[in-house]
């Protein structure tokens, strides 16, 4: 590549990969369905939950992406409803999102839904190119 060409390049905030911020954006605002939740009964307890049916598709490749989701959380006033929680994480394979983004956008939507005392969101992504990626994120940071 000439020196010209990285210039253009760097002008346009893409990496040497061709990565731009567009990638990067990708699918964080992208309407999902809401996550409903259910009064508690209880305190003092921790609920985990696991979700092996992932999928979304990569903003820069279109290629499918595959993995495990694993949410925890302690419960204040509100539980998660499973069936919503469901149809909310399936609305994700057809968004374009980083597996990052993703992980990061499932937690924010969760504390937003049921407001827990504490709440974590794992994804183990299936290994592309040799690389396997397991993100984590939590909730209070």
């Known amino acids: 590549m000439t020196a ?3 210039k253009k390049r760097k002008l346009a905030g893409a990496t040497r990969l061709g990565y731009n911020e567009r990638h ?5 605002s992208t309407p999902l ?5 259910f009064p508690n009964q209880y ?3 921790e609920i985990t939950i696991v979700i092996p049916e992932y999928t979304a598709i990569c903003p820069k490749t279109n290629l ?3 993995g495990t989701i694993t949410l925890q959380y302690k419960p204040d006033q509100h539980c998660l409803e499973l069936k919503a929680l469901k149809m909310y994480i399936h609305a994700y394979r057809n ?12 937690l924010q939507d969760i504390v937003r839904a049921c407001r827990p005392i504490k709440a974590s969101v794992t994804g ?4 592309r190119g040799g690389l396997r990626s397991v993100i984590e994120a939590k909730y209070p940071a």
């Open 33 to 37: 369905p809401d996550i409903e939740t």
């Open 43 to 45: 305190k003092g307890y």
């Open 4 to 6: 010209k060409g990285n």
């Open 124 to 127: 183990e992504f299936a290994a």
């Open 24 to 28: 990067a954006k990708s699918g964080i």
């Open 95 to 106: 968004v374009g999102i980083f597996y990052e983004n993703a992980v990061n956008r499932i």
């Open 64 to 66: 499918p992406d595959f």
